[in-house]
Structures are given as C-alpha cells and as structure tokens.
C-alpha cells in the first residue's frame, strides 16, 4: 500500500539501530495473515528482560528475538515524540542490521495483530531500566 505522508524524519534523540554496509539491512518479515495497516517499527530490547515485559504487558504483539535482542513490532511513527530508554534500539520499518542467516525468528504470534501497543510498552522498558517517562 503507498504512503501518502511523507515519513516524518527521525529525531535527534531517537536512538535506531546502527547503519549496516549495504544489502546487510533486513526487514522483519510479519506473518502474512496480520495485515500491518499502521505500518511497522520494531523496538529492540536486551533479551535477558524479554521474558519479564511479556509477564507485564496485557497483550502482545509480535516478538522476534535473536541471542542478543527481543523485537517488539509496534505502528510506525511510536518514536515520535518519545524518547526510548537508553538500552533500547528503535528500528524505522523493523529494519535491523543483521548478518546474513542470523535474522531473528519470530517466538510470539498473536492472533489478530501485529503490533504490541507502544505506550504500555514504553512505561514497562523505562520501569526495566529505571529511567523517568520522557527523559530516556
């Protein structure tokens, strides 16, 4: 589906993932019977807490997770105006660096959407790394 909007450029204070040489930048790939309307973004967070913000959050959306990281699929644009804890990568259109054959697998399909709502998952990784909301 086009985009109508142009996307809004990432803030100064939004941390993504980092640049990957050319080719090495892979989308997480949904499950094709969860249509992602709103778009993707996925928000990384070390796995060792992966376990405890599922055990938090209400519903889920979802999870891919590698040895390293557990990504959160949350709507496109949940950066804006956020400021993500210190601990957490954002990645625009869950596109993640990642070398080949070591893409994350996905370990949590929900059954109506996608996406794990942004907000109630921002206040549980401020909770996990003792940061106040809106200062990272």
Same mark, same amino acid.
């Given at each position: 589906?086009?985009? *109508?909007?142009?996307?809004?450029?990432?803030? &100064?204070?939004?941390?993504? &993932?980092?640049?990957?040489?050319? /080719? !090495? @930048?892979?989308?997480?790939?949904?499950?094709?019977?969860?249509?992602?309307? #709103?778009?993707?973004?996925?928000?990384?967070i070390?796995?060792?807490?992966?376990?405890?913000?599922?055990?938090? #959050?209400?519903?889920?959306? !979802?999870? *891919?997770?590698?040895?390293?990281?557990? +990504? +959160?699929?949350?709507? &496109? /644009?949940?950066? #804006?105006?956020?400021? +993500?804890?210190?601990?957490?990568?954002?990645?625009?259109?869950? @596109?993640?660096?990642?070398?080949?054959?070591?893409?994350?697998?996905?370990?949590?399909?929900?059954?109506?959407?996608?996406?794990?709502?942004?907000?109630?998952?921002? *206040?549980?990784? !401020?909770?996990? $790394?003792a940061?106040?909301? $809106?200062?990272?």
């Open positions: 589906m086009p985009s *109508f909007w142009p996307r809004p450029p990432l803030l &100064s204070h939004t941390r993504t &993932s980092p640049r990957a040489p050319r /080719g !090495c @930048r892979r989308r997480l790939v949904l499950p094709p019977d969860l249509p992602a309307a #709103l778009g993707c973004d996925a928000v990384g070390p796995a060792e807490h992966g376990q405890r913000i599922i055990d938090a #959050l209400p519903r889920i959306g !979802c999870v *891919f997770a590698d040895d390293r990281r557990w +990504w +959160w699929i949350v709507p &496109s /644009g949940s950066h #804006l105006g956020v400021t +993500w804890p210190g601990f957490t990568q954002y990645a625009v259109g869950a @596109r993640l660096a990642t070398p080949p054959g070591q893409d994350p697998r996905l370990i949590h399909r929900p059954h109506d959407s996608p996406y794990t709502s942004p907000l109630p998952l921002y *206040f549980v990784t !401020c909770h996990l $790394g940061a106040r909301p $809106g200062t990272g």
